[in-house]
């Protein structure tokens, strides 16, 4: 994570793991991390299909849940029966944020490039003018799964501001 070169997909998917791996102390109490692991591979099989979407692209994010439906549609379809109702499940699961593990998964897929920004000195925020007005948006979602993951994640923010990697506003 030196700023060289964007990750590649099976680098973000072993990434969000050993996240949900080193930061399951903080996950709720009694959280599945097999779940959350197991949502967070589905969730990116899907992006991988339906291509990412990078969060403050609000022109891709109009379309984003369209793609992606189509995209786990035709890969579960791939499987049996059985295993393409678990697949679809874990990932309405992960997408509606509707249990504890749905909600840290999530909270850890939007940590991850916040993380890889604040340690890039600004990353992706810099090249697309990014502010932290918009980060914090996904420090609500984050808080959601995990509260002190969300503490963390807003200093941060606050600290990327400070030295001038992110804008303000």
């Known amino acids: 994570m030196d700023g060289s070169r964007r990750e590649n997909d099976a680098e973000h998917?072993?990434?969000l793991g050993m996240l949900a791996m080193t930061l399951a102390e903080h996950a709720p109490p009694g959280t599945d991390?097999?779940?959350v692991v197991a949502m967070l591979?589905?969730?990116d099989i899907v992006e991988?299909?339906?291509g990412d979407t990078f969060i403050y692209d609000d022109d891709m994010l109009a379309t984003?849940?369209?793609r992606e439906?189509?995209?786990a549609d035709r890969i579960f379809g791939l499987l049996p029966a059985e295993?393409?109702?678990t697949m679809h499940a874990l990932w309405d699961e992960f997408e509606e944020r509707r249990t504890p593990e749905a909600r840290f998964a999530k909270a850890l897929d939007r940590i991850a490039p916040l993380i890889a920004n604040h340690r890039t000195d600004g990353g992706t925020w810099q090249l697309y003018k990014v502010t932290a007005v918009q980060v914090m948006r996904n420090v609500k979602i984050i808080e959601e799964g995990s509260p002190g993951l969300a503490a963390y994640a807003a200093r941060l923010v606050e600290q990327s501001v400070r030295q001038g990697h992110l804008a303000a506003s």
């Open 13 to 15: 998917s072993w990434y």
């Open 33 to 35: 991390l097999n779940r």
């Open 41 to 43: 591979l589905v969730h």
């Open 48 to 50: 991988i299909d339906a």
């Open 64 to 66: 984003q849940a369209e």
């Open 69 to 71: 439906r189509a995209a």
């Open 83 to 85: 295993q393409a109702k």
